[in-house]
Protein backbone atom coordinates (compact mmCIF):
# COMPACT_ATOMS: atom_id res chain seq x y z
CA UNK A 1 0.00 0.00 0.00
CA UNK A 2 1.53 3.16 -1.04
CA UNK A 3 1.47 6.00 1.58
CA UNK A 4 2.01 9.81 1.26
CA UNK A 5 3.21 12.03 3.86
CA UNK A 6 3.24 16.00 3.69
CA UNK A 7 4.84 18.13 5.90
CA UNK A 8 6.59 22.06 5.46
CA UNK A 9 3.09 23.90 5.60
CA UNK A 10 2.56 26.85 8.13
CA UNK A 11 1.87 30.87 8.90
CA UNK A 12 3.64 32.96 6.40
CA UNK A 13 3.14 37.03 5.63
CA UNK A 14 2.07 37.55 2.43
CA UNK A 15 5.23 37.46 -0.24
CA UNK A 16 6.81 35.18 1.94
CA UNK A 17 8.12 31.47 0.99
CA UNK A 18 7.03 27.86 1.96
CA UNK A 19 8.12 24.43 0.85
CA UNK A 20 6.20 21.61 0.67
CA UNK A 21 7.13 17.82 0.84
CA UNK A 22 5.60 14.32 -0.31
CA UNK A 23 7.14 11.58 0.75
CA UNK A 24 6.32 8.15 -0.68
CA UNK A 25 6.71 5.42 1.32
CA UNK A 26 5.07 1.38 1.27
CA UNK A 27 4.81 -0.53 -1.81
CA UNK A 28 7.09 1.95 -4.52
CA UNK A 29 6.81 1.57 -7.83
CA UNK A 30 9.12 3.02 -10.62
CA UNK A 31 6.33 5.66 -12.50
CA UNK A 32 3.96 8.25 -10.87
CA UNK A 33 2.49 11.10 -11.50
CA UNK A 34 2.24 13.19 -8.19
CA UNK A 35 -0.30 16.43 -7.89
CA UNK A 36 -0.47 18.86 -5.18
CA UNK A 37 -4.35 19.93 -4.49
CA UNK A 38 -5.37 22.87 -2.13
CA UNK A 39 -8.64 22.64 -0.56
CA UNK A 40 -9.83 26.35 1.35
CA UNK A 41 -12.73 26.17 3.70
CA UNK A 42 -16.23 26.61 1.83
CA UNK A 43 -14.20 26.15 -1.77
CA UNK A 44 -13.54 22.80 -4.16
CA UNK A 45 -10.18 21.08 -4.22
CA UNK A 46 -8.50 22.53 -7.06
CA UNK A 47 -5.23 21.05 -8.62
CA UNK A 48 -2.04 23.40 -7.90
CA UNK A 49 0.72 21.43 -9.95
CA UNK A 50 1.69 18.00 -10.74
CA UNK A 51 4.78 16.10 -12.28
CA UNK A 52 5.77 12.82 -13.67
CA UNK A 53 8.36 11.16 -12.05
CA UNK A 54 9.46 9.48 -15.40
CA UNK A 55 10.08 12.18 -17.49
CA UNK A 56 9.39 15.59 -15.44
CA UNK A 57 6.35 16.72 -16.93
CA UNK A 58 5.03 19.40 -14.95
CA UNK A 59 1.87 21.74 -15.05
CA UNK A 60 0.38 24.17 -13.36
CA UNK A 61 -2.48 26.27 -12.23
CA UNK A 62 -2.94 29.46 -14.17
CA UNK A 63 -2.93 31.46 -10.36
CA UNK A 64 0.53 30.11 -9.09
CA UNK A 65 2.43 30.21 -12.51
CA UNK A 66 5.59 32.03 -11.91
CA UNK A 67 5.00 31.48 -8.15
CA UNK A 68 5.19 28.54 -7.33
CA UNK A 69 7.90 25.46 -8.98
CA UNK A 70 7.42 21.85 -8.41
CA UNK A 71 10.70 19.04 -8.52
CA UNK A 72 11.08 15.51 -7.48
CA UNK A 73 13.87 13.44 -6.24
CA UNK A 74 13.30 10.29 -7.27
CA UNK A 75 16.10 8.62 -4.91
CA UNK A 76 14.33 9.80 -2.13
CA UNK A 77 10.86 9.22 -3.04
CA UNK A 78 9.95 13.12 -2.51
CA UNK A 79 8.26 15.84 -4.60
CA UNK A 80 8.72 19.32 -3.95
CA UNK A 81 6.42 22.28 -4.08
CA UNK A 82 8.30 25.64 -3.50
CA UNK A 83 6.03 28.22 -2.77
CA UNK A 84 6.80 31.82 -3.33
CA UNK A 85 5.40 35.37 -3.42
CA UNK A 86 2.82 33.67 -1.53
CA UNK A 87 -0.58 35.42 -1.36
CA UNK A 88 -3.62 35.56 1.05
CA UNK A 89 -5.90 33.43 -1.47
CA UNK A 90 -2.83 30.36 -1.42
CA UNK A 91 -4.33 29.96 2.52
CA UNK A 92 -6.14 26.15 2.27
CA UNK A 93 -5.24 22.49 3.21
CA UNK A 94 -2.63 20.79 0.74
CA UNK A 95 -2.74 17.79 -0.27
CA UNK A 96 -0.31 15.84 -1.94
CA UNK A 97 -1.60 12.79 -4.39
CA UNK A 98 -0.02 9.90 -6.48
CA UNK A 99 -1.35 8.20 -9.19
CA UNK A 100 0.83 5.12 -10.01
CA UNK A 101 1.72 3.36 -13.70
CA UNK A 102 2.07 6.81 -15.38
CA UNK A 103 4.69 6.86 -17.84
CA UNK A 104 4.51 10.24 -18.83
CA UNK A 105 2.82 13.37 -18.02
CA UNK A 106 0.21 14.17 -15.30
CA UNK A 107 -3.04 15.66 -14.88
CA UNK A 108 -4.66 18.21 -12.65
CA UNK A 109 -7.49 16.59 -11.84
CA UNK A 110 -8.08 14.89 -8.66
CA UNK A 111 -10.14 12.14 -9.90
CA UNK A 112 -7.19 10.99 -11.66
CA UNK A 113 -5.54 10.39 -8.30
CA UNK A 114 -6.05 7.16 -6.56
CA UNK A 115 -4.00 7.78 -3.23
CA UNK A 116 -3.67 10.72 -0.93
CA UNK A 117 -2.01 12.01 2.07
CA UNK A 118 -3.35 13.63 5.00
CA UNK A 119 -2.44 17.50 4.09
CA UNK A 120 -0.55 20.01 4.91
CA UNK A 121 -1.78 23.62 6.37
CA UNK A 122 -0.32 26.46 4.76
CA UNK A 123 -1.95 30.08 5.93
CA UNK A 124 -0.86 33.36 4.50
CA UNK A 125 -1.16 36.15 6.87
CA UNK A 126 -0.60 39.59 8.17
Known amino acids: QLQLVESGGGLVQPGGSLRLSCVRS????????IGWFRQAPGKEREGVSC????????RYADSVKGRFAISRDNAKNTVYLQMDSLEFEDTAVYYC???????????????????WGQGTQVTVSS
Open 97 to 115: AAEPGVLTGCILWHDEYDY
Open 26 to 33: GVILDNYA
Open 51 to 58: ISTSDGTT
